[in-house]
């Protein structure tokens, strides 16, 4: 944009300056022309004066003319020539042209003659006859001088052409500074961070998107807080029933069916308590990092009696050494939860399960059912076997909110293959 606008600058000074000059380059040129037609005038009228002394003398004085010829035809100066009545040519030699013979009829004048110049005649009456003193301007004493002229225009409109860019390179920076400064804030807006905002600056344009953008920035910040407290509320009215079916819970004569009971109510009270806390946290903090082999050890067992009373083989390749992603560790339960559990949920009992992490923070969950549907694979809220269809959306999400990416496909059991790189969590921020 900046170029552009320098461009604009360039191109508009330039036409201003072509309008303003070449018309002054002209009228210098005509005024050379007019200053050394006048002084070869004035020359002419003065070896006229001499001249008609001369010939009013009679006699040999006529050559009296001769020295006042020779300092007036000096380097550099136009050709000065006397046409005497008795046809002899003092001073520089010259033909006697029609011209010549127009002046001797008494008048005196200028033209062009067809090699250029100019020409300037004056009649000198004698006693009997008239003389006829003639001076001749070539090309380059015409216009002599000019050349300067056009060279100082030249050094004037490239004064101007630099003076007008360097104001439009300043105009420029601010504009394309203001402009860059919003995009900047927008692109904070874009990850998450909804304290930016934007400062007016700039034209009266640019600061009128500036206050809408902080207004947007506003209201989606008001609006994402009116969801979290919204979420939080509808999880905090689920600790009721939890209360009530734990009391029933302990109210079982049956000892380890009550501690079982117990222990899965305690679990989904804090998988409530998750959700409260999810929902109530800022949309940015810092940088959260996990370790992807440690969760994922932990779910598996979590999951692994289920598994067991279900005559699954569940298979786990996950290294000892940690493998640290830039996902919180809430999450990362989260996930592991939806995969594995829509393996225990949506394919038939005794079907194969294998989780494996990578050092590289890759995490594969396979199984050995009937794979995927290709038309709803994916599909956020979409589910061929009847449940809400968010579990991949979850994974797809959490995986992208890092920098990484979701890919499904067949796996070697035979069912369904699910891939997740976590990023390093640029996406995040």
Same mark, same amino acid.
């Given at each position: 944009?900046?170029?552009q606008?320098?461009l604009l600058t360039a191109a ?6 072509v309008? %303003?000059l !070449?018309?002054?380059? /002209?009228?210098? @040129?005509?005024?050379a +022309?007019n =200053?050394?037609?006048?002084d070869? *005038?004035q #020359? ?9 002394q001369?010939?009013?003398?009679g006699?040999?004085?006529?050559r009296t003319v001769?020295?006042v ?6 380097a550099?100066l136009?050709?000065?020539?006397v046409?005497l009545p008795?046809?002899d040519?003092?001073g520089?030699a010259?033909p006697?042209?029609?011209?010549v ?11 062009e003659?067809d090699g250029?110049?100019r020409?300037?005649?004056v ?8 003389a006829?003193?003639?001076v ?6 015409l ?5 300067a002229s ?6 004037l409109?490239?004064?101007l052409?630099l003076?007008g %860019?360097l !104001?439009?390179?300043r /105009?420029?920076a @601010?504009?394309?500074g +203001?402009? =860059?400064?919003l995009a900047g804030? *927008?692109? #904070? ?5 909804l304290s930016?905002?934007a400062e007016?600056?700039?034209p ?5 998107v500036?206050?809408?953008l902080n207004n947007l920035a506003?209201r989606?910040d ?17 600790r009721t029933?939890l ?7 302990e109210?079982?004569?049956d000892a380890?069916?009550?501690e079982?009971?117990a222990?899965?109510?305690a679990?989904?009270?804090?998988g ?5 806390r999810a929902?109530r ?5 810092g940088?959260?990092?996990s370790?992807?082999a440690a969760?994922a050890?932990?779910r598996?067992a979590?999951?692994a009696?289920?598994?067991e009373d ?6 786990v ?5 940690a493998v640290?992603?830039p996902?919180?560790?809430?999450e990362?339960?989260a996930?592991?939860?939806?995969l ?6 949506h394919?038939a009992a005794?079907?194969?399960l ?9 995490l594969v969950?396979a199984?050995?059912g ?9 599909e956020r ?8 269809g968010?579990g991949l959306d ?6 992208e909110?890092s920098?990484?990416?979701v ?5 070697a059991e ?8 976590f990023?390093?969590g640029?996406a995040?921020?």
């Amino acid at each position: 944009m900046r170029r552009q606008l320098l461009l604009l600058t360039a191109a508009t000074t330039a036409l201003v300056l072509v309008a %303003l000059l !070449v018309p002054l380059g /002209l009228l210098a @040129r005509s005024q050379a +022309a007019n =200053r050394a037609t006048a002084d070869a *005038a004035q #020359r002419a009228q003065s070896i006229a004066a001499v001249t008609g002394q001369a010939l009013a003398r009679g006699g040999g004085g006529v050559r009296t003319v001769e020295p006042v010829l020779a300092g007036a035809n000096g380097a550099g100066l136009p050709r000065t020539s006397v046409f005497l009545p008795d046809g002899d040519v003092l001073g520089a030699a010259a033909p006697v042209t029609r011209a010549v013979k127009l002046a001797r009829t008494g008048k005196a004048f200028t033209y062009e003659p067809d090699g250029g110049g100019r020409m300037v005649l004056v009649p000198v009456q004698g006693v009997e006859r008239t003389a006829v003193v003639q001076v001749a301007v070539s090309e380059g004493q015409l216009y002599d001088g000019t050349l300067a002229s056009w060279l100082g225009l030249a050094g004037l409109g490239a004064g101007l052409m630099l003076v007008g %860019l360097l !104001v439009a390179d300043r /105009l420029a920076a @601010r504009l394309v500074g +203001a402009t =860059r400064r919003l995009a900047g804030v *927008a692109d #904070r807006l874009a990850g998450g961070d909804l304290s930016a905002r934007a400062e007016p600056a700039g034209p009266p344009e640019l600061r009128l998107v500036a206050g809408e953008l902080n207004n947007l920035a506003g209201r989606i910040d008001g609006f994402l807080t009116v969801e979290r407290e919204n979420a939080a509320d509808l999880a905090h009215r689920l600790r009721t029933p939890l209360a009530a079916l734990r009391l029933d819970a302990e109210g079982l004569r049956d000892a380890r069916e009550a501690e079982r009971i117990a222990a899965g109510v305690a679990g989904l009270e804090r998988g409530v308590d998750d959700v409260i806390r999810a929902a109530r946290r800022p949309l940015r903090e810092g940088e959260a990092r996990s370790d992807l082999a440690a969760v994922a050890r932990e779910r598996v067992a979590f999951w692994a009696p289920l598994a067991e009373d279900q005559g699954r083989a569940v298979v786990v390749a996950v290294p000892e050494a940690a493998v640290p992603v830039p996902v919180e560790e809430g999450e990362l339960g989260a996930v592991l939860d939806a995969l594995i559990g829509n393996v225990l949920d949506h394919t038939a009992a005794g079907v194969g399960l294998r989780v494996a992490v990578t050092a590289g923070g890759e995490l594969v969950v396979a199984d050995g059912g009937e794979g995927f549907a290709e038309a709803t694979a994916g599909e956020r809220g979409v589910s061929g076997d009847g449940s809400t269809g968010l579990g991949l959306d979850i994974a797809r999400r959490t995986a992208e909110e890092s920098g990484g990416e979701v890919t499904l496909g067949r796996a070697a059991e035979g069912g369904a293959l699910v891939t997740i790189r976590f990023g390093d969590g640029i996406a995040s921020q």
